[in-house]
């Protein structure tokens, strides 16, 4: 995020400021102070803001530490005018992931809203009236019984359902345990494009602009969620069979093959490592183009696939991820292919090194155009 200032840390977690928000305290100043003419009012109200970020603050924080625990690094919170934005290195995989960073963020305000709901009682207050952000003088009671009515606010404020609202992640969570994450997130997205537009509805008819102001904000959020989820699921959704030579493309050899067989493929085909596979259809070893062009100038040219093939080789399944899976056991295995076994041992195919490259090429391709 540009143009913010660090502020401070912890957890591991850089705490920044956008600018704009300064801009938010003076205004908010400067508008108590015309219509109390007191600079003390004025400074209460700027103080009640501050306070209202810092309960943004640690919203964002319960998510952050819930993340951190699930192993998603979280470089830094940055507070805006608009609330907190904690920003994840990575995205969470699982949707049950997903739904439990969501609503840690809401979970602290419920927490925090009941502690001073406890304390403002305790200091004699009833529950306030919200009528926007008061100007002094107040009472503590009255200080602590606003602190529990903001964390409140805080809490179903967040929890609508509607992208980039927690509400609207948890929705998304829930939904995706079900229907899958791409569909999830496009029906999540249109329920909260339906809430921006009953905002939007709501705030010109009773001249609540601010909510206006908000609904604008989760429309385009809930459609910039939808797409950024869309282009990872492409990507991330690829698998090992989406890419690989299928069976009827790959030519395999049998342990009886002789060896000069063998050569005859790698030099009028477009093959170079093969599949050994006995008269059940079962795989039983591989024999690479290394192990091929050394026999081809030794005596062990005269013998069989039996003698030369390699047992010692790992197996890929079709429905594994391209580049999670395929990608680590190929640079692992140091192969150039590797054969793809279906859950009954049989072969479905090949996964070559050129696939992955493909496939890459394909994907840098995408992010460039922003797909
Ligand atoms: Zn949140």
Do not use: C
């Amino acid at each position: 995020m540009g143009s913010s200032f660090k502020i401070g840390r912890a957890f591991g977690i850089d705490v920044k400021v956008h600018w704009t928000f300064f801009l938010l305290l003076l205004v908010f100043g400067y508008f108590a102070y015309q219509r109390s003419g007191s600079l003390a009012s004025a400074l209460v109200t700027v103080g009640l803001i501050v306070a209202l970020f810092v309960f943004v603050l640690l919203h964002e924080f319960g998510h952050s530490l819930v993340a951190q625990r699930l192993g998603i690094e979280i470089p830094d919170i940055t507070l805006l005018p608009l609330g907190g934005l904690a920003r994840m290195k990575t995205l969470p995989e699982k949707p049950a992931d997903e739904v439990k960073i969501a609503i840690a963020g809401p979970l602290v305000n419920v927490a925090l809203a009941v502690i001073f709901f406890v304390l403002a009682y305790l200091f004699g207050a009833g529950l306030p009236n919200y009528r926007g952000v008061p100007s002094g003088p107040i009472s503590v009671g009255e200080i602590l019984a606003y602190f529990a009515l903001t964390n409140v606010v805080l809490a179903v404020f967040n929890m609508i359902p509607a992208f980039p609202m927690d509400g609207g992640r948890v929705l998304r969570g829930l939904l995706a345990t079900r229907m899958g994450t791409v569909r999830a997130t496009d029906v999540s997205a249109a329920v909260g494009q339906a809430f921006a537009f009953l905002f939007v509805v709501f705030g010109i008819t009773s001249g609540q602009f601010l909510l206006v102001l908000i609904a604008i904000f989760i429309f385009f959020g809930a459609g910039g969620e939808a797409q950024m989820m869309r282009q990872r699921e492409t990507m991330r959704g690829l698998s090992v069979s989406d890419v690989m030579g299928t069976r009827r493309r790959t030519e395999t050899v049998t342990p009886w093959h002789t060896f000069g067989q063998v050569l005859d493929s790698v030099i009028h085909g477009y093959q170079e490592d093969f599949p050994v596979v006995d008269e059940n259809g079962k795989l039983v070893g591989m024999i690479t183009r290394n192990e091929i062009l050394a026999a081809a100038h030794s005596p062990d040219r005269f013998s069989t696939v039996r003698d030369l093939m390699k047992t010692d080789f790992p197996t890929i399944s079709p429905g594994a991820d391209l580049f999670k899976d395929g990608q680590r056991l190929l640079q692992e295995s140091g192969l150039r292919a590797i054969p793809v076994v279906d859950e009954n041992g049989e072969l479905a195919g090949m996964l070559t090194i050129e696939d992955i490259g493909q496939a890459s090429l394909l994907r840098d391709f995408r992010q460039q155009s922003g797909f």
